[in-house]
Every structure is written in structure tokens, then in C-alpha cells.
Nanobody, 127 residues
Framework: QVQLVESGGGSVQAGGSLRLSCTAS?????????MGWFRQAPGKERELVAD????????DYADSVKGRFTLSQEYNKNTLYLQMNSLQSEDTAMYYC???????????????????WGQGTQVTVSS
């Protein structure tokens, strides 16, 4: 049973920073194709924030967060981090960690392809 546990959300002023963490358990690292972060604000569609391909460490970011958000991986702790800088009110949302297995759709770009989801962590940015 794979579990993803997020932490690090909270409330900050515009221009501030947060670091989100996603720790995975109950799986073999070799079975995971990619991991990523999605977010959803009230009344809006769920959207991709960033993702990482585990074998290569290659990352990708939504245009809206490029230059402000950074993904990193701590191998020994099976943890994915999202460093969020220069936060704006438009970043306010529930943030979810995801994982995609080999043998599935092999995409981290759409929510329907994710095999596992964390419980979500709330990020609120005040003007």
C-alpha cells in the first residue's frame, strides 16, 4: 500500500516563501516513473505545478511558477520537496503530491494518470 504524506503548507504574506514536502512509503523506488505536484483553488480546475522524472531527475514546471518554484529530491528519505519563493495571491490553493507507476499511462501532466495522491496541504497567500 503506497502512501504519500505532504507537509509544509501554511499562510504567508505575498513575497514570502514556503517549502512543501512529500514523503513516500510502501513502494519500490524502481517502480515509480515520476512524481509531481498539482494544485486546486476554489472554483478552478486542478492544474499541474511541477513534476520530476525519478530515473533522470529531470524536472518541469508550469509557466506560472517558473523562476519561483524549485523541485528537489532527497534520495535516502524518499522525499520530494517543492521550494516556493516570491509567493503571490494567485498561488493560494490546496497542493497535492502525486506518483505514477511504470506500466500505467506514464504521464505526470494530467491528474487522471496519477496512481497515488497525498491528502493535500493548504497554501494561503495574503496580499
Amino acid at each position: 500500500q503506497v502512501q504519500l504524506v505532504e507537509s509544509g503548507g501554511g499562510s504567508v504574506q505575498a513575497g514570502g516563501s514556503l517549502r512543501l514536502s512529500c514523503t513516500a512509503s510502501g513502494y519500490s523506488r524502481n517502480s515509480v516513473f515520476c512524481m509531481g505536484w498539482f494544485r486546486q483553488a476554489p472554483g478552478k480546475e486542478r492544474e499541474l505545478v511541477a513534476d520530476m522524472y525519478i530515473d533522470s531527475g529531470s524536472t518541469d514546471y508550469a509557466d506560472s511558477v517558473k523562476g519561483r518554484f524549485t523541485l528537489s529530491q532527497e534520495y535516502n528519505k524518499n522525499t520530494l520537496y517543492l521550494q516556493m519563493n516570491s509567493l503571490q495571491s494567485e498561488d493560494t490553493a490546496m497542493y497535492y503530491c502525486t506518483a505514477v507507476r511504470y506500466g500505467s499511462g506514464l504521464s505526470c501532466k494530467v491528474p487522471s494518470a496519477a496512481n497515488y495522491w497525498g491528502q493535500g496541504t493548504q497554501v494561503t497567500v495574503s496580499s
